[in-house]
């Protein structure tokens, strides 16, 4: 049972123009999801981060909109550079009263390549 | 600042064997996690430490896994008897918030472990 997904395996882009990369999950209990890239033969490097009384986070180039009704997340780079070329991590945790809250469920990844 | 350290980067073990990763979180981090990460998917979780207790290890196979963090600082996650299944990337996480708060974490490389 995948209960965050991320439909599209890969996504090109050319440099400068924004890179949108989505995600929906399936879990209503989740209220904070993250966004990680990911080079070759490295661990996943922590980009942004959202909660649910949010729709909306922004660190210079990302953002990250969250649609709570759709369950649905995208972030948005912009201007994409090729050095953002990597794979793209959606994750997401839910609130357990009473037990571990910090506990990420990851999905599978789209790889972004961002053309010169 | 430091980031998460890990060793060995690559193992290649028979089956059956036993092999073990050592991680080093970031200084003052006291909640370190181990994910498994098998080729095409997201990480998946493991284990949970807050300090040197363990909050969550409900997706850790016992039969074959283990995992300890004595002093609340380096960690070490052993399998025994691998299985060809168990080949994958092992990487350590460490956040600053406790296992029960919302948090980034932070990743090491890796350990890529292959089990012929």
């Known amino acids: 049972d995948q209960q965050v997904k991320q439909n599209s395996p890969s996504l090109s882009v050319q440099e400068g123009r924004i890179s949108i990369l989505n995600c929906d999950y399936t879990n209503s209990m989740f209220d904070y999801f993250l966004w990680y890239k990911k080079y070759p033969a490295e661990g996943p490097t922590f980009l942004i981060s959202i909660s649910s009384i949010k729709d909306k986070n922004e660190d210079g180039r990302f953002t990250v909109f969250l649609n709570k009704s759709a369950k649905h997340l995208s972030l948005h780079i912009v201007p994409s550079q090729p050095g953002d070329s990597a794979v793209y991590f959606c994750a997401a945790s839910a609130r357990r009263y009473g037990g571990a809250t910090n506990k990420l469920i990851f999905g599978t990844g789209t790889l972004l390549a961002v053309q010169p | 600042e430091a980031g998460v350290a890990q060793s060995p980067r690559y193992k290649i073990i028979e089956k059956r064997q036993s092999v073990a990763f050592w991680c080093n979180p970031i200084?003052?981090?006291?909640?370190l996690y181990w994910y498994q990460q098998i080729l095409g998917q997201g990480p998946k979780l493991l284990i949970q430490f807050q300090n040197n207790g363990v909050v969550d290890d409900s997706q850790l196979p016992k039969d074959r896994f283990s995992a300890e963090r004595l002093k609340g600082v380096d960690s070490t996650l052993k399998i025994q008897p691998a299985k060809l299944e168990d080949s994958a990337v092992y990487l350590c996480?460490?956040?600053?918030?406790?296992?029960?708060?919302?948090?980034?974490?932070?990743f090491g490389p890796g350990t890529r472990l292959l089990v012929l």
């Open positions: 996480a460490s956040s600053l918030v406790s296992a029960y708060q919302m948090g980034a974490q932070y």
């Open positions: 200084s003052g981090h006291a909640t």
